[in-house]
């Protein structure tokens, strides 16, 4: 043996006790094998990215920074334990007693070949007890990880663990984890009987447990120098083996979910990439395997199919048919298969026939980003979900209904094919005029938005914000006929081409004016000025310009300006986050601290903030017809008069988005809750509470 033993008395062990000098040169050999196709295949995978095509923006500048940024979210796991803390203890567990075994194999190795080559050991006395303490505990925490994983994927069996492409490629690699974990405190107990139970060796606490119990169960000395052979190689073994399979199976991710947090866009969703002004209609979307920039494809390779966007998607809990896992893992399945020569190429996406991806998959997303948000490796569903739009788009395969609301903005500059000189006629029957903006010097244009313009109902949620403007006083002024569409939704349907000319005609429109700052009704307007006009040259504003109502008249109300001290409407309510306020863009306290200035009971729904559960309205879900049950919007509804602590007292359903009020007026309708709740504007509450409720019925 190349190490001979330990003196006597000696705090530390044998690395190959009971190996011979042959089996120490085979585990050398096997070791630097496995690392050799460790490295080959990792070097595969990173040559894949490079061949893909370029990425819309430089996602490695500021690098220093994003790895600092990507190793807090991974190291703390923070979005693990979002929507499950088992889920996110589970993980914790599994990837820091991992990490520490592997730190501590790297140590031992560095004490091996380098330290005790040149001198002497480390590995020794105290710095030997409490290696062997750490080792064992964090190690007994992987071990738990692992055991909680096992009994929520095989007992329980957690319905979003399951899926299409679950396979033995999951089994193998949860199984393989847990023998390595399982395995190595078998060796140390079998080595602790063996070498007569040392006395420094209590602090490997398990393995001594473990020494007792092989022991009680009749293991001797002699048995245990024995077994101890097997035990040291079958665990050697199947972690070399673990190691040379972890670029080529799901143990990857490892690696690719690092390098995607580190590569990933802060404001992904909120802002889409454009299209180059040189593309060909062919060549806008994704045609082929070919047209997935390396982000894509990194995207891909990071899913680790836990779930978490199919348990969170609104569609797929109302029945349409999309799971964001499956979009994902089917795309990377395909390109695989292609790439190795096993399948025929086909349609990314299409209207029927032969495709990957169904078109109607993707006229299911409502574009709230639930996926998005929910998941823990940072994948950019969305941003792919786009580019299929597009295709669908460019080859004429858009969905009747979107196609008959993008020809209504085409000729109109609006989703309901209105004359644009009606746009102003909700303001017609206040008692004050609504200032013209292209007239005069304001602090604020407000972006009115085609909901309130021409929808009925939603025209009273205009006159309420406008009397709330008045009655504090803002400077501010509407574009009256000028104002169109503002494209939140159309680009992310996939026209592209009708989104930019909405861009240039409405930066125009607003810059023609003398202004400070832009404030919108709508959240949708909201996300796409302030995220995705400033990185056209035709914007001049800046995203800081940008506002939505409920920041305005929060700053108000907060400021004095609205005289809501003492207002006491004595409602039992509830808040709806939009999914384009909240979840994209953060905006959770303003519309709350609004609520409860009117002196409103605020209920929360279980599902909030960030959690919130879409009305079913994005991404086009508005113009488009579905066969679900239930509908989104009386899914959230039932949830507001059954799950929240108020119970079944909750009166008024308060929303702060035009799109929403029109998906839970109608959920009110086809779900029977007409008698239950009122689905109310946040704007309608606060010109209530400022008494001002009668000039808005009025009008």
């Known amino acids: 043996m190349t190490f001979v033993a330990q003196a006597e008395g000696a705090v530390t062990r044998e690395t190959f006790w009971t190996i011979s000098e042959v089996g120490e040169v085979l585990f050398y050999y096997l070791a630097a094998v496995a690392i050799l196709v460790f490295l080959y295949g990792v070097y595969e995978r990173f040559a894949r990215y490079a061949r893909g095509t370029d990425d819309w923006f430089d996602r490695l500048n500021d690098l220093p920074g994003r790895v600092v940024s990507a190793t807090k979210i991974v190291f703390s796991n923070q979005k693990q334990f979002d929507r499950d803390l088992y889920a996110g203890l589970m993980h914790a567990f599994i990837f820091w007693g991992f990490l520490t075994l592997l730190i501590g ?12 080559k040149l001198g002497d050991s480390f590995w020794t006395g105290d710095f030997y007890l409490a290696y062997s303490l750490t080792m064992d505990a964090m190690g007994l925490l992987f071990v738990v990880g692992i055991g909680m994983a096992l009994y929520r994927r095989y007992w329980v069996r957690n319905e979003r663990l399951w899926g299409k492409h679950t396979g033995a490629e999951d089994d193998l690699f949860i199984w393989s984890l847990f023998l390595l974990g399982v395995g190595g405190y078998v060796a140390e107990g079998i080595r602790i009987v063996g070498t007569g139970f040392p006395e420094f060796e209590t602090v490997s606490f398990v393995g001594w447990f473990l020494a007792d119990v092989f ?88 899913c680790t199919k836990c779930g978490r966007c199919s348990s969170a998607c609104p569609a797929k809990a109302s029945g349409r048919p999309l799971d964001p896992r499956d979009v994902i893992l089917d795309l990377k399945s395909y390109r695989e298969s292609v790439e190795a020569g096993e399948t025929e190429e086909k349609a990314i996406i299409a209207d029927g026939g032969a495709s990957v991806i169904d078109s109607s998959t993707m006229e299911s997303c409502m574009a709230c980003m639930a996926c998005m948000d929910a998941c823990p490796v940072e994948i950019e569903h969305l941003k792919q979900f786009t580019g299929m739009n597009r295709r669908l788009t460019e080859s004429g395969q858009m969905d009747e209904n979107v196609q008959e609301a993008m020809m209504n903005v085409f000729q109109n500059g609006n989703t309901f094919g209105d004359p644009d000189r009606k746009r102003p006629d909700w303001a017609e029957e206040l008692d004050f005029e609504v200032p013209d903006a292209r007239e005069e010097a304001v602090e604020y244009v407000w972006y009115v938005g085609d909901y309130p313009s021409y929808d009925e109902r939603n025209k009273r949620i205009a006159r309420a914000l406008a009397t709330v403007f008045e009655h504090a006083g803002v400077d501010y002024g509407i574009l009256y006929e000028d104002e169109q569409t503002a494209g ?44 995705e006009y400033p990185e056209f040259d035709a914007c001049e504003w800046e995203a800081e310009d940008v506002f939505h109502y409920t920041q305005v008249v929060d700053d108000l109300a907060s400021q004095g300006a609205l005289a809501l001290d003492g207002t006491d409407l004595n409602y039992t309510v509830t808040y709806h986050d939009p999914c384009h306020l909240g979840r994209y863009n953060d905006v959770f306290e303003a519309p709350r601290d609004l609520v409860r200035a009117t002196g409103a009971d605020l209920y929360e729904m279980p599902r909030n903030r960030s959690d919130s559960f879409c009305c079913g309205g994005g991404g086009g879900g508005l113009w488009m017809d579905f066969d679900e049950e239930p509908k989104p919007s009386e899914e959230r509804l039932r949830e507001a008069l059954e799950d929240t602590e108020a119970g079944g007292a909750v009166e008024k359903f308060v929303v702060a988005c035009p799109m929403c009020a029109t998906m839970y007026e109608d959920g009110r309708k086809t779900g029977g809750f007409e008698d239950e709740i009122e689905v109310v504007g946040l704007t309608e509450l606060v010109a209530e509470a400022l008494g001002q409720e009668e000039r808005v019925a009025a009008a």
């Open 488 to 531: 939140n939704d159309v680009r992310r349907v996939g026209e592209e081409g009708l989104y930019e000319m909405l861009v240039e005609d409405n930066a125009a429109a607003i810059q023609d004016c003398e202004f400070e700052k832009i404030v919108t009704t709508d959240p949708h307007a909201f996300n796409t000025f302030m995220n």
């Open 105 to 116: 194999t790297t140590i031992l190795g560095i004490d091996m070949d380098l330290a005790r």
């Open 215 to 302: 022991v009680i169960a009749g293991m001797t000395e002699s048995l245990a120098v024995d077994l101890y052979w097997w035990a040291w190689w079958s665990h050697a073994v199947l972690a070399l083996a673990f190691v040379a399979s972890v670029p080529y199976a799901k143990p990857f991710h490892m690696i690719s979910s690092y390098a995607n947090v580190v590569t990933r866009d802060e404001k992904a969703g909120k802002r889409l990439p454009g299209v180059p002004e040189d593309a060909s209609p062919d060549e806008i979307g994704y045609s082929d395997v070919e047209d997935f920039s390396w982000k894509d494809v990194l995207d891909q390779d990071a």
